[in-house]
């Protein structure tokens, strides 16, 4: 046990040992505050996100007709441009 605090110490000690440890209670902090969670919570995420890939869906047709509008409109400007 003493060999272990020893090591620690000297550990914690150098510059590398120190963002070792950091890191370290990074990731356990991080790993705890993701243990789990409440199956209410889990289930608004998942609806959140079928709801929006559902609205993404939907908005493909307006969005490729209003980008083709914009695209015809800008080749029709360039071509009577060039014509007079």
Do not use: C
């Amino acid at each position: 046990m003493k060999n272990k605090l020893a090591q620690l110490r000297a550990l914690s000690q150098n510059a590398a040992g120190k963002t070792a440890g950091i890191g370290a209670l990074m990731v356990a902090g991080i790993s705890a505050a993701h243990a789990e969670l409440p199956a209410e919570a889990s289930d608004a995420i998942s609806q959140v996100g079928s709801d929006g890939a559902a609205m993404i869906a939907q908005a493909w047709g307006p969005v490729v007709s209003i980008v083709g509008g914009l695209v015809l409109i800008k080749l029709f400007k360039k071509v009577v441009s060039r014509a007079t």
